[in-house]
């Protein structure tokens, strides 16, 4: 049950690249598939005591404002937990002690992107550091309510996957 890649086609589209492979499937037939190849990104699941750190943020592609955890795009050559500590010390203001990688996965078939879940404890508040087209509230909510408070309103890959994995983990 061999796939047989004859061709790759790729442009670069506002800093992602997108194309599609020219295949043959094992019963002969060629086909084309399709591709979408933005950076990795990671999700923090941040917890200070008895409470998790949270973001609200309007989402232009929903119309709707949503909560989910903090989460970014990593940066050349850095790592998933380097990441995490700098985009939760970006939109939120904390600094994380301690981080742990609890899970790489691929949020959609259709994209060749990883996306990361990182623990994140051991915090220290401070102010946020938003880039120029960020306009993001901070939200503490209790351990116990998070996983409600994501699921209130319109929920995304940043908020309910992350917190189920770290409840799975036995973080949460």
Known sequence: MNWKLHARRGVSLLGHAVGYDTLERPDG???RSCWFDPPDAVAIVARTGDEL???EEYRPRLGERVLSCPAGRMEPGESYESAAKRELYEETGYRAGDVELLETYYPSAGMR???AVVFASDLMAGDQHLESDEFIDVRTVPVSDAIDAVRTGPTCGW???PLLLAREEGLI
């Open 113 to 115: 992107k990883q996306r």
């Open 159 to 161: 908020g309910l996957p």
């Open 53 to 55: 750190v949270l973001i």
């Open 29 to 31: 037939k060629t086909v």
